[in-house]
């Protein structure tokens, strides 16, 4: 049988690839009604196209009964790990670490400097030929809270290091100490709040994170304080960020949101003290290069029966 690999990027366009396997391109196309480049029961290794619709990336996956290895482009892999119950059991799921570390520290710092600076009013005023200056928030002597430190948090904290901070203090899933410093288990959070100028998120979406930004989280944030989320929509209450939005008592920077895609008329477009962007951590100059790189190394590894990277769960395990 034919042992199928398939890329959401061509295969003449990825240096380097190991000799073996049958390489076939598959992105969904532009409508996600792309047909599918061969039988999916014979794909042994799937690359999850990166930025289509749920229903496309998750199309085949019912029909892939011999798949061996999914591959996602993405850090988080919710949106597959829901999937679990259609995909036989021996699979392993990888995750994309090292392709967006960079490009999603920037946006987190990029988002950090323009909320605390102004920078939403400055292109209002100036789309409106008025001339505002004022005094702003600046991040030189502010305590960060970084919750979620896996190699996303560690690289926001490598781009604020610069930045003169008074503080940065880390939490994850559980403690443990880097180069860095202390890492706080996640039961410290209320401790750790109320001392935070700025919180960024940036842990993966799980049972224990989703809905972990709710009321009481956002009442022991200081007065003042900027929330950025370059993580995932769910991590946040929606209703009780827009509750304190509102009452103008903190400011929030958002990659993601929940919902997302952000409808027209959903209320957070018009909230106070609030930036958007269009879940843009990612997708950057960055990408393609970080990401052709981990499928060469993955596929060689798989290729040669070598340990794979980045291995998230393996089903029915």
């Known amino acids: 049988m034919t042992a199928d690999v398939w890329l959401p990027i061509e295969p003449v366009r990825i240096e380097g690839l190991p000799e073996g396997p049958r390489y076939l391109f598959w992105d969904g196309g532009e409508d996600g009604d792309q047909p599918f480049p061969g039988d999916p029961a014979q794909c042994v290794l799937y690359v999850v196209p990166y930025m289509k619709r749920l229903s496309v990336r998750t199309r085949p996956l019912a029909r892939m009964t011999g798949v061996r ?13 829901a999937q679990l119950s259609v995909i036989p059991p021996g699979v392993r799921l990888c995750n994309a670490r090292g392709v967006h570390e960079a490009s999603t520290a920037e946006l987190a710092l990029t988002l950090t400097l323009a909320s605390l600076r102004g920078i939403p009013g400055f ?3 100036q ?13 030189a002597d502010k305590s960060v809270l970084i919750v979620g430190y896996g190699s996303i948090g560690a690289a926001i ?15 994850a899933r ?40 709710d009321a009481e989280f956002l009442a022991r ?14 991590v946040v209450d929606t209703k009780a960020l827009l509750a304190e939005l509102e009452s103008g008592r903190i400011g929030a920077a958002l990659d993601v949101t929940d919902p997302e895609p952000l409808p027209p008329g959903h209320p957070l477009w018009q909230a106070p003290g609030l930036l958007i962007s ?3 951590g990612g997708p950057s100059s960055a990408f393609l290069p970080r990401a052709k790189r981990l499928l060469v190394d993955q596929l060689t590894r798989f290729v040669h029966d070598q340990p794979l990277r980045n291995v998230i769960v393996t089903t029915g395990v």
């Open 278 to 280: 269009p879940h843009v």
């Open 69 to 81: 290895v999914i591959q996602t482009l993405t850090a988080g892999v919710d949106d597959i790990t």
């Open 174 to 213: 559980s403690e443990r100490t880097t180069a860095r410093g202390l890492v706080h288990p996640l039961t410290e959070l209320p401790s750790l709040l109320p001392h935070a100028d700025v919180v960024i998120l940036s842990t993966p979406l799980t049972q224990e994170t989703r809905g972990l930004v």
């Open 221 to 234: 944030m200081k007065d003042g304080a900027l929330l950025v989320n370059v993580a995932r929509g769910p």
């Open 127 to 139: 789309q409106q030929e008025r001339w505002e200056n004022a005094f702003h928030p600046a991040l």
């Open 123 to 125: 292109v209002r005023a």
């Open 157 to 171: 904290e490598d781009r604020l290091a610069p930045f003169e901070l008074a503080r940065v203090a880390r939490v």
